[in-house]
């Protein structure tokens, strides 16, 4: 059994189709990431499946349960971390996380959950007194109280400094270690890359694509590139002595598209014979960003809302 099952999935908010027929399914001890610019119903989405939602059509089940009918059940199994995760001002973390395990009726070992979330130092700090990305922290111990076989995180990351969102991808590895499913959505596509076994691609409501990032970037790339730097004449002579598509940006790079390993060779036999100026040789591929770039229409913007 899967452990998340998406089948024609639509939400509307009046006019607005946030969610318009999506599919997929999320497999056990898997973590699956659900990447999109603002406003693609990457939350509508998870929270139909976290039950805080209810979906107008199509078929939910997470953990075998449908979320929005036995939400009570549901609840008991998965850990949530809302999209930028708020508290009130004045318990420390300790007291957070105790609050909520009487919350769910569940004994906790708080040190344990501090420690898994690397919140130690900061334990009986009040939440208000608390930086960005610890708040973040709180909200993922939180997430883990009720010792969750699949947790939700909702743009975790969003808004820390690198060394706080690589502090937090470490938190979600030894998630995915201790086998449970993770199912998180993200701005940061290279956060994509590093952690999820696959990837959904959503847009407007609509998965436009969904696989392992290898997947992904193996369908859209546009090819290996040899990068050069050198000037208009020497792209003409590379145009007139070989067969190589070559592009040129005005500004001394140039592209040339190698869509065998012999290109390589001949693009490289072509310059030195040319005689002409080459320097900063390098070869370019891809990434899962470039493809998000070319399927969204647009770079993901940047926000930092946390505090
Ligand atoms: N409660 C609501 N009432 C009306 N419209 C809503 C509501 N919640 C979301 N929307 C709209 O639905 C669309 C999808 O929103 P959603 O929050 O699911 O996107 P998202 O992918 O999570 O975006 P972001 O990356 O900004 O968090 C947006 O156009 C949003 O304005
Ligand atoms: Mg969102």
């Known amino acids: 059994m899967s452990t998340i099952e998406v089948s024609s999935v639509k939400k509307a908010y009046g006019d607005l189709q946030a969610v318009d027929g999506i599919s997929f399914t999320v497999n056990e001890g898997e973590v699956f990431s659900v990447l999109g610019p603002n406003g693609a119903g990457k939350t509508t989405t998870i929270e139909i499946l976290e039950g805080l939602r209810e979906r107008d059509s199509g078929d939910v089940k997470v953990l075998g349960f449908d979320p929005w009918k036995n939400g009570y059940e549901l609840h008991k199994k998965i850990g949530v971390m809302p999209q930028g995760f708020r508290f009130f001002e004045y318990p420390t973390p300790r007291e957070a996380i105790k609050y909520y395990a009487d919350l769910f009726g569940v004994k906790v070992d708080v040190d344990g959950i501090l420690r898994k979330v690397i919140l130690e130092d900061s334990a009986n700090t009040y939440f208000t007194k608390l930086s960005g990305g610890q708040k973040q922290k709180v909200g993922l111990a939180l997430s883990l109280v009720n010792d969750p076989e699949l947790v939700f995180l909702d743009e975790p990351t969003t808004g820390l400094d ?115 100026e080459w320097t900063d040789l390098r070869t370019q591929r891809d990434s899962l960003e470039d493809i998000f770039v070319r399927l969204v229409g647009e770079p993901i913007e940047e926000r930092a809302e946390v505090a």
Not at 162 to 190: F, M, S
Not at 202 to 230: C, D, F, H, W
Request: aromatic share 4%.
């Open 162 to 276: 690198p060394q706080a969102r690589r502090a937090v991808w470490d938190i979600i590895r030894n998630l995915k270690k201790e086998g449970r499913c993770v199912l998180l959505t993200t701005h940061y596509l290279e956060e994509a890359e590093e952690l999820a076994d696959r990837v959904a691609i959503m847009n407007k409501g609509k998965i436009i694509t969904l696989g392992t990032p290898q997947e992904i970037i193996a369908k859209y790339s546009s090819g290996e590139r040899l990068l050069v730097r050198g000037n208009q004449t020497l792209v003409d002579y590379l145009r007139e002595n070989t067969k190589l598509e070559v592009r040129f940006d005005g500004n001394g790079l140039i592209t040339i598209l190698v869509q065998q390993k012999h290109d390589v060779l001949i693009a490289l036999a072509s310059i030195e014979q040319s005689g002409l």
